[in-house]
């Protein structure tokens, strides 16, 4: 990808709105690799994973002269994508808005805020092994609710601010701090269980 | 000093960190056990997907160059 152009750049965004081929080129390959690896992960077949792609490349050059420059181009890519996802997963449009984060978290430790007396964590390296096990970390990932499944894919795997995952999801950050908390707790106790 | 409970949520949102806090985190992880350990447990656990996602990628490369340039025509075919 070396020769990736400035996304941010308001040439290539005026570019992509007077539909130049070189650009839509560039920017289709850049991100549906990422868009299909997302639609699978959300555990949809080929085809539906397919078709969402499609559909979310159609909206976009459809909309694309709405895009206000302010936000990056990925987030109005995956902003897409979710809203589309949402007919697939109906799932994904009932993110949890009020569930506050404190309260998972008294709920994992003492009133002091230390960990419990009888929590035990595996040997790190026995749960690194663990974690590198394709068959383990698929399995534990496919067990997570679509909607932290989402948030953290847009965190660690598409490495993309906290702020724009809010602005994709339409969540606030103490939500995205819930589901994150959420999702990495409940992969850490899978990948744990299966390591025994 | 900051306690456990706090850690953990601090290590779960990954986010950019003041000083001041991630010397007060890493003073946390030199001394509790249990913490240090569930720091470890999700690096790892997140090097471990991050490997997934490589893995699937190239899984799906043919599928994905596929779908690329079945986009890129049909747009052209609208736009002509």
Not at chain 1, 70 to 76: A, D, E, P, Q, V
Not at chain 1, 109 to 135: C, D, V, Y
Not at chain 2, 24 to 33: G, N, S, T, V, W
Request: aromatic share 8%; hydrophobic share 35%; charged share 30%.
């Amino acid at each position: 990808m070396s020769s990736k152009p400035n996304f941010s750049d308001p040439a290539f965004i005026n570019k992509l709105i007077t539909q130049d081929h070189h650009a839509i080129e560039l920017l289709i390959k850049t991100y549906t690799s990422h868009l299909f690896n997302a639609a699978k992960g959300m555990g949809l077949e080929d085809t539906q994973a397919t078709e969402l792609v499609q559909n979310t490349w159609e909206t976009f050059f459809e909309i694309i002269n709405r895009f206000e420059k302010k936000s990056h181009i990925r987030t109005f890519v995956f902003g897409i994508f979710y809203n589309k996802a949402k007919e697939y997963k109906r799932e994904l449009g009932r993110i949890n808005q009020n569930e506050p984060i404190d309260e998972l978290l008294e709920s994992q430790f003492n009133q002091r805020g230390h960990w419990p007396g009888q929590t035990h964590l595996m040997e790190p390296e026995k749960f690194a092994q663990a974690s590198q096990t394709i068959n383990i970390i698929e399995k534990c990932l496919s067990l997570l609710p679509v909607n932290q499944k989402m948030a953290f894919h847009l965190k660690e795997i598409e490495c993309l601010q906290s702020k724009e995952i809010c602005n994709i999801l339409g969540i606030t950050n103490t939500n995205l701090g819930v589901l994150l908390y959420r999702a990495k707790g409940a992969l850490r106790k899978c990948i744990e269980n299966k390591a025994r | 000093m900051i306690s456990c409970k706090e850690v953990s949520k601090i290590l779960s949102e990954n986010d950019n960190l003041s000083l001041l806090k991630k010397v007060e985190l890493r003073m946390h992880l030199f001394i509790c056990k249990k913490c240090s350990r569930f720091e470890k447990h999700l690096k790892s656990l997140l090097s471990g997907a991050q490997k997934l996602y490589r893995v699937k990628d190239n899984e799906y490369k043919e599928k994905v160059t596929h779908l690329e340039n079945s986009i890129i025509k049909k747009l052209k075919e609208k736009n002509q």
